[in-house]
């Protein structure tokens, strides 16, 4: 549900001889016997059989402008449309209400709690988290933060269509890494996990889509 800053760690682990052809073939294919939770939570049936995720600026990091975040919005949701349900991305219209299709997408500090993202299911807000995207500019200057607003989003709004535990599989963009409890996620590639900055995919992967259609029982 949330992402943590915890993150942080994961994004400073140091660059080494990473294949992004193998880390690739694994975002795009997805077996039966990877699809895999944590079961941190219970997985449900979309909100809405249609969203619409109404974008809020007022708050954001300097560095970050309001097309650009439009633009992930609209590459997220674009993938997760491959699950089955529609959605479109726009500027929350002045005094706009979140309701079950329309998620407001807004930069919170309270909401967030501190975390990079957080969704809150039964609000219908995604709130996301200036603080920790300062703090990740501070200790990591070079770092393009787009691909991590990029993955949060993505996470995020795979919540809103129904995936609520997080994955076991690292590469997904549901995944957390460990259970906090010693248990690690699984990979086809471990040797791979540390040659990225980051494993996991900023857009939803084949299995991320798969869980999608399953529980939303699109054939
Ligand atoms: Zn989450």
Same mark, same amino acid.
């Given at each position: ?25 694994? =975002?795009?294919?997805? /077996? @039966?016997?990877? #699809? ?36 992930? #919005?609209?590459?997220? %949701? ?8 529609? &959605? ?20 919170? %500090?309270? &909401? ?9 299911? /039964?609000?219908?807000?995604?709130? #996301?988290? %200036?603080? @920790? ?15 991590? #607003?990029?993955?949060? *989003? /993505? ?11 997080? /994955? ?6 549901? &995944? ?29 992967? %084949?299995?991320? =889509?798969?869980?999608?259609? =399953? *529980?939303?029982? =699109?054939?």
């Amino acid at each position: 549900m949330r992402l943590l800053t915890g993150w942080l760690l994961a994004l400073t682990v140091p660059f080494a001889a990473a294949d992004p052809v193998l880390r690739n073939l694994e =975002i795009q294919q997805c /077996s @039966a016997s990877e #699809l895999a939770t944590w079961g941190d939570g219970q997985d449900r049936v979309a909100s809405a059989g249609a969203f619409t995720f109404s974008y809020r600026h007022a708050g954001a990091p300097a560095w970050f402008q309001e097309v650009q975040v439009l633009g992930l #919005l609209q590459k997220a %949701a674009a993938e997760w449309s491959k699950c089955g349900i529609p &959605s479109q991305v726009m500027p929350a219209a002045p005094g706009a209400q979140s309701s079950r299709g329309n998620i407001i997408v807004q930069w919170d %500090a309270t &909401s967030s709690a501190g975390h990079f993202g957080l969704a809150n299911l /039964s609000a219908y807000q995604l709130s #996301l988290g %200036a603080q @920790a995207f300062h703090l990740l500019n501070q200790r990591n200057p070079t770092h393009n933060a787009l691909d991590t #607003l990029q993955m949060v *989003l /993505s996470h995020e709004m795979g919540h809103f269509y129904g995936l609520v535990a997080h /994955s076991r599989r690292c590469v997904d963009v549901l &995944s957390y890494y460990h259970d906090g409890k010693g248990g690690q996620c699984f990979t086809r590639h471990p040797g791979l996990l540390k040659a990225f900055p980051e494993y996991r995919s900023s857009l939803p992967t %084949a299995c991320d =889509i798969q869980r999608c259609r =399953i *529980l939303n029982r =699109i054939p």
